[in-house]
């Protein structure tokens, strides 16, 4: 005789089954598609976004890679890499993340969302809400445990730690040209803001 916790452990594997085959079959179909050259794409809560990337959203992504490479090699180090999150069809291509050491892939050769250690997001207008809505919950439901947002419309950056219950405890706002410390997570280091611009 099965325990309701026994059932209820067999319905979220099965649900969570059913959400990455939908998935699967979500970007199969954007594949397909002409997505234009520079946009990317991603499915956050089962709704599909096309953003472009522009060239300052670009050189801040640049910039943080270039900052975690002393710590990452470039192997553990991705961006716009689907990386399917908790809470429902989210298969989320973030702007940097960085992967643990011994991070593995899935049967169907996808990084895990338990092997990332670090994921920071450049705010595109378009989708700034998803990056302080969802994505934010989806990262830390995960345990992801350092999310950062760098946001060049206000010039500030958003760094949340220690994940708990679905939410992140910790969260310090920096402006930009003050170094973002995370020299007290698992990172083990600072990023610099000084040469993010604004706009």
């Known amino acids: 005789m099965k325990t309701i916790a026994e059932s209820d452990c067999r319905i979220e594997i099965e649900m969570a089954d059913i959400d990455e085959r939908r998935l699967d079959e979500m970007f199969e179909r954007l594949e397909r598609m002409p997505v234009p050259e520079g946009y990317k794409a991603e499915i956050v809560e089962g709704t599909v976004y096309m953003s472009p990337q522009r060239d300052n959203h670009w050189d801040i992504i640049a910039g943080i890679i270039e900052q975690l490479r002393p710590k990452y090699p470039r192997k553990r180090i991705k961006s716009d890499v689907r990386i399917d999150y908790p809470g429902g069809m989210n298969g989320l291509a ?7 050491d011994g991070a593995t892939k899935t049967s169907k050769g996808r ?8 994921v920071a997001e450049v705010i ?3 989708t700034a809400r998803n990056d302080y809505g969802p994505k934010l919950t989806a ?10 947002i760098v946001d060049p419309y206000v010039g500030k950056c958003h760094l949340y730690t220690l994940p708990k219950e679905g ?3 910790n969260d ?23 040469e993010f611009e604004r706009g």
Do not use: N, Q
């Open 167 to 169: 939410e992140y405890t």
């Open 111 to 118: 990084w895990r969302c338990e092997d990332v250690e670090f």
């Open 124 to 126: 595109s207008k378009d």
């Open 172 to 194: 310090l706002t920096v402006t930009f040209g003050t170094p973002v410390d995370m020299t007290t997570t698992d990172i083990g280091l600072e990023i610099t803001t000084d």
């Open 94 to 100: 973030s702007d940097v993340t960085a992967l643990k």
């Open 139 to 148: 990262y830390a439901t995960a345990g992801v445990p350092v999310y950062l």
